[in-house]
């Protein structure tokens, strides 16, 4: 009987180590994709810029912040530095609208 369990554990073991592995080489493999999306979509952004700083066209890019700078950085800062730059008032008030009434919920 004991050894029967022994064997049964060793088994377990077994596939355990397997799963993680397996765990281990998804994590990888995701890893990678994500770095290289994250190269490709440099790639194109830069190549956008470079083509309207190339032929005089305006450009208007969005970043969207998932870590929430904008929530840690007073608001008025980053208001004020629109105006600065003279981002044009349409896109500062959709701006402001877009982080004010932003709400996220997970289930």
Known sequence: MEKLLQN??????VDCQKLIQ?????????NEAVKSFKVEHTSIVTKIIEDAKKNGGDLAVLWLDLTNAYGRIPHKLVDLTLKTYHVPERFQKLLQHYYNNFNMHFT
């Open 8 to 13: 049964e554990l060793k088994k377990t073991r």
């Open 22 to 30: 397996e765990r281990e080489r998804g994590e990888q493999e995701l």
